[in-house]
């Protein structure tokens, strides 16, 4: 098994920052890539960010050149750094680890936006 524990989400006015953590534990090597996708109101879940354990990266288009996706392979922690933030980006996100034999998500963690 695998257990995601998220942390890091707020409230922070448009313009401004904030970093998720995402940190795995358990049987890590199942999972080939860390990143975080998340929901807002009345919309589906979205991708925002995956860092794949080779090396490549996805972002989501809504947040390319606005969020930065790293990670800790020691800690197996991954940090989504959020900059320039939107009131649009409100939503709840969601810690995501892509597994054998299947996948996990963590609890969620609020990100609201003010305008």
């Known amino acids: 098994q695998v257990q995601l524990a998220e942390s890091g989400g707020g409230l922070v006015q448009a313009g401004g920052s904030l970093q998720l953590t995402c940190a795995a534990s358990?049987?890590?090597?199942?999972?080939?890539?860390l990143g975080w996708y998340r929901r807002a109101p009345g919309k589906e879940r979205e991708l925002v960010a995956v860092s794949f354990f080779r090396g490549s990266t996805n972002y989501g288009d809504s947040v390319k050149g606005r969020f930065t996706i790293s990670r800790d392979n020691a800690r197996n922690t991954v940090y989504l750094q959020m900059d320039s933030l939107k009131p649009e980006d409100t939503a709840v996100y969601y810690c995501y680890a892509r597994g054998y034999p299947f996948d996990h998500w963590g609890q969620g963690t609020q990100v609201t936006v003010s305008s």
């Open positions: 358990g049987t890590t090597c199942l999972i080939d890539a």
